[in-house]
């Protein structure tokens, strides 16, 4: 039972990770019909900035406020001067640019940081251990787990019932008569990149404490989280959710079977086979489109 236990928990933490960068791939794909590889790189970037804080002797709940606002103001800046200008190019140059951005600011990274992990504070004052059912699993654990799925709560209440997400909504619809109908769809698109690397940060600083960080793990997470987005569905905002569970208990499970490194095998074989059968995920819709 101890094991189970273990295997949901870790399943869980893992869950929480890929999804907020997964739900960010996903709104901005929405929202824009675009995708910011950058911002993966772009939390883990606010993530140190939020160490180097912690260095200087600033109180780390601020810190983690700063990485976050960081993080945010990097994807505003891609979608402004990088993400938007390639938008109605007729090649995918938004992509190239993307993944430039994440580049950029790996390379960046590693010049100031190196390329080793770095030991980041807990949020709880140390890594103290809880016993459930029987499988201990650190307090730092149980607060990724709590807080970033009540983040996606709060996210999806934000979606569904108030003013900012109906304007989302409409954008995401058409972009053109939204506009036409008063919409500010400039700013709710940078906003959208905005958001989408913070939510990054978020995550990415709710891991460190029992991870740590380093200037590497942005690709890491930029190609797991688009992979999530992907079974789940780019235009299904709660089949990211599910699927994002579904890729954290595989791969903790994965875990106990083959070693740890070759837990990306249930990652990307369940990716290659949602793929064949069902191209637009899980949880997404098939377009038709006439050409």
Known sequence: ???????????LAIAGVYCLIAYGFVLCWRVAKVLNLGQASSGVFGAFICLWLTRF?????????????????LGLLTERFIINPLRRSKIIGWLIGGLAVEIVLRLCL?????SDLVWFPSFL????TVSIGGAATSTDRLLLIIATFFMVYILE????????????????????????MGINTKLVVMLVFSLSAGLCAFSVMLQAPFTNI???????????GFAVAVIGGLDSRRGVIIAAVLI???????????PAGYRDVFTFGTLILVL?????????????REV
């Open 248 to 258: 954290g208990l595989l791969e903790a499970t994965g875990s106990l079977i083959v």
């Open 214 to 224: 380093s200037s590497l793990m942005g690709f890491e997470l930029v190609v797991k």
């Open 157 to 180: 209440v934000i979606a569904d019932r108030t003013l900012w997400g109906k304007k989302m909504r409409a954008t995401a619809h058409d972009e053109v008569a939204a506009a036409l």
């Open 57 to 73: 002797g600033i109180p780390l709940y601020i810190s983690f406020i700063c990485g976050i606002l960081v993080a945010g103001i």
């Open 276 to 288: 064949i059968s069902r191209p637009q995920g899980l949880f997404g819709i098939l377009e038709l």
């Open 1 to 11: 039972m101890s094991i189970v236990v273990q295997v949901i928990l870790g399943g």
């Open 110 to 114: 590693s010049h100031w940081w190196g």
């Open 125 to 128: 004052g140390g890594q103290k």
